[in-house]
């Protein structure tokens, strides 16, 4: 008889914790799906793929556009810069020139041998950073790649957005869009 009733309290405990568990999976299932961006302001470029920024306490950052690799234009060695790194550069300018905020996704290593934070760049706070269409419109790193002013480069093994860059930068390269029009920058690259 005890033994009845042992089992049947255990039954009902193990229910119990699964049922009260339940909604505690489903948030932290919906918390990672979601974006956790932070939100700097946007300083300055520096070239094609580095940006300035300063965080919350107003301390300025170096940020490398990860995923992505831009020809050289301030490289202290004059002879890696040319002429196809300054219209990236300037590229990169342009697409910030009216930006105050930005919003930095990260990937698993964050930051590089130069102390540079490494991010994935975007223009607003999206909720769903795989979202192709968010990627497309509103990732800095992506938009650069799309119009041609840069190439998708793995860099392992920060590689969350890899084959997503890589197939944008596929579509531009098919194109010609951007400096894919130009034998020189399609040879930086070969």
């Known amino acids: 008889m005890k033994n009845k009733k042992l089992q049947r309290a255990l039954v009902i405990f193990f229910i119990l914790l699964i049922g009260c568990s339940g909604p505690m999976v ?6 990672y799906e979601e ?4 939100a700097v302001k946007f300083v300055r470029t520096v070239d094609g793929d580095t940006i300035i920024v300063e965080d919350a306490v107003g301390e300025q950052k170096r940020v490398r556009l990860i995923g992505i690799d831009t020809p ?3 490289a202290a060695e004059e002879e890696r810069n040319n002429e196809y790194g300054v219209m990236a550069s300037d590229y990169t300018k342009e697409l910030l020139s009216n930006t105050d905020k930005l919003y930095l996704e990260y990937d698993v290593d964050n930051d590089d041998q130069y102390d540079r934070i490494l991010a994935y760049v975007w223009l607003e706070d999206v909720s769903n950073t795989f979202d192709e269409e968010n990627i497309e419109n509103s990732m800095v790193n992506a938009i650069i790649v799309k119009n041609g002013y840069g190439v998708a480069k793995r860099y392992e093994p920060t590689v969350a957005h890899d084959d997503s860059l890589q197939a944008i930068m596929k579509k531009a390269r098919e194109n010609e869009t951007g400096l894919w029009k130009y034998e020189g920058f399609r040879k930086l690259w070969d």
Do not use: F, G, P, T
């Open 26 to 31: 489903s948030n932290n299932i919906h918390s």
């Open 72 to 74: 050289e234009s301030v």
């Open 35 to 38: 974006a956790n961006l932070d």
